[in-house]
């Protein structure tokens, strides 16, 4: 069932994913010139569609304690990583949102059971 609360722990379990995906992405850009450097990600979004289902528990099942994805050994693409920064920017805003959101129906139900 849906509840205020419920929404907002997994709202900020995605603050946390999009954070640190913004890292690793930051991480590539930065490291672009190292050479055999490893290009990291993390790839949430298709637990963004399933909020209904136990998030945290299928996150760490697939993705393991750290969360990062190793992926392509080939030379990092500024422009793809700064795109993916604007997309993971975009999920921040919008898991930001939801959690305020959140806070103010938690807040309805206070105010109006007292």
């Known amino acids: ?3 205020p609360s419920n ?3 997994k709202c900020n379990l995605m603050l946390d994913l999009a954070a640190h995906r913004q ?3 930051a991480g590539n850009i930065s490291n672009i ?3 055999g ?3 990291k ?3 949430f ?3 963004l569609g399933s909020m209904n289902s136990p998030l945290e528990t299928k996150l760490s099942e697939k993705l393991g304690p750290s969360g990062v994805i190793m992926e392509n050994q080939g030379k990092v693409d500024s422009v793809y990583e700064l ?3 604007h997309k993971n920017a975009i999920i921040y805003k919008t898991a930001a949102k939801r959690v305020t959101a959140a806070l103010t129906a938690i807040k309805t139900v206070i105010n109006v059971g007292s």
Do not use: G
């Open 1 to 3: 069932m849906f509840t």
């Open 7 to 9: 929404s907002l722990d």
């Open 23 to 25: 890292r690793a992405l």
């Open 33 to 35: 010139d190292t050479p």
């Open 37 to 39: 450097y490893i290009r």
């Open 41 to 43: 990600d993390v790839d």
């Open 45 to 47: 979004s298709q637990y």
């Open 83 to 85: 795109s993916e920064m």
